[in-house]
């Protein structure tokens, strides 16, 4: 039984890639999925034709030999899978496989099959030609395909058949099979706009898991994400990169005195001051509390110390008021500039490090240090 799973699985999973979105996967697994039922059932089918044509002499052999066809084709979208792993293989694949189907069905329309049955087949175009297709180019797929059965079953004395249908089961067959398409037209729009809000809001809570709530900034997940990302880069490419801890001195004081309320607005006013006063690629995250974290990436720390100079200068001239008062705060800063050598958490502790220096030299400070 485990032999047999892990064959379906691997089997499905035929040219699939660590790099395939979820999306991509799944089409790929349903490509090798419906292109191992086509070929297999259009073989039997097929082989089984060709027998009936000799043991009764009849005219199967042709529909044996149009079946046989099919079920390479078929087999040769798994070729491709396999062997073309190229971008858009995938999408050639479920293209192939298709139009294979679309042009089994319109033979088996015009011949009948098996005592004037094939027709009866074609319902199984719809789901397909949608899931390959997609809502938009699938509608434009199930369309011409509606459309060229009309005419088949409607051309005038028939000249389009080689089967005999009767005008009633003519007419019930296209009815029946526009309404199944509408059906899963239907069912194509409803399903992509479920996954379309869920990818939103899948997209939506990422994002919160990231920004601090107060400050809108980045939090602690966010910008660790982003270092990690900004390391391994400045390490590829031999780049400087410093870091900036901050602290808003004597916050405590702050709460006690004003309230809470007040704390907020201050963590979000100084907040919006550092983000104001950066650069596209550099980021500043509220590391926790009255902290932030800067990463200021292509940049010495003598050049960090010119741009902490200047936000400590600017919250220092910054003023809440607050019913009759006016409340000003200072704040105090570490600079790290990180070297080759530097793991991110010893890289965060200097700056932090360099950070009670400052408090210790009397806060209101930058501290710089190798």
């Excluded at 194509?188 to 939506?204: A, D, G, N, P, V």
């Excluded at 995250?285 to 600017?314: D, I, N, S, Y």
Aim: proline share 2%.
């Amino acid at each position: 039984m485990f032999i047999v799973s892990r064959f379906i699985r691997n089997y499905l999973n035929t040219g699939t890639k660590a790099s395939n979105s979820p999306a991509v996967r799944q089409q790929i697994q349903v490509t090798n999925l419906f292109g191992f039922i086509g070929y297999f059932i259009t073989f039997i089918l097929g082989v089984t034709a060709l027998f009936r044509s000799q043991w009764d002499h009849n005219d199967d052999f042709y529909l044996g030999v149009t079946l046989l066809i099919a079920s390479v084709l078929f087999f040769t979208s798994r070729i491709i899978l396999k062997y073309f792993q190229s971008k858009n293989g995938y999408k050639f694949s479920a293209n192939l496989v298709t139009s294979a189907l679309m042009l089994l069905m319109l033979y088996l329309i015009v011949m009948g099959g098996v005592k004037n049955t094939g027709p009866l087949w074609i319902y199984i175009v719809p789901p397909v030609v949608l899931f390959f297709g997609g809502l938009k180019r699938g509608l434009v797929q199930l369309g011409a395909f509606a459309l060229v059965v009309i005419i088949i079953l409607e051309f005038p004395n028939n000249g389009l058949l080689f089967a005999e249908y009767s005008a009633e089961f003519r007419s019930r067959l296209i009815y029946s099979f526009l309404t199944v398409s509408m059906l899963f037209v239907f069912y194509e729009y409803s399903r992509q706009r479920s996954f379309k809000t869920l990818q939103e809001l899948s997209k939506k809570f990422e994002q919160q898991a990231r920004i601090d709530s107060l400050s809108g900034l980045q939090n602690r997940r966010g910008m660790l994400e982003k270092l990690e990302y900004e390391h391994h880069r400045i390490l590829r490419h031999s780049k400087n990169m410093t870091l900036m801890m901050c602290d808003i001195d004597h916050f405590k004081q702050v709460n006690d005195q004003y309230g809470h309320d007040v704390g907020d607005i201050v963590i979000k006013q100084v907040g919006q001051m550092f983000a104001n006063g950066l650069r596209k690629q550099d980021t500043v995250a509220r590391w926790g509390g009255e902290e932030f974290l800067f990463m200021l990436p292509e940049t010495t720390q003598q050049q960090a110390f010119v741009l902490a100079e200047k936000l400590r200068k600017k919250v220092e001239n910054y003023e809440q008021k607050v019913d009759s008062a006016h409340l000003s705060v200072t704040v105090s800063i570490g600079i790290y500039q990180m070297h080759p050598q530097d793991k991110l958490d010893h890289a965060i502790s200097r700056a932090d490090t360099n950070l009670y220096r400052a408090k210790t030299h009397g806060r209101n400070c930058t501290v710089v240090t190798d």
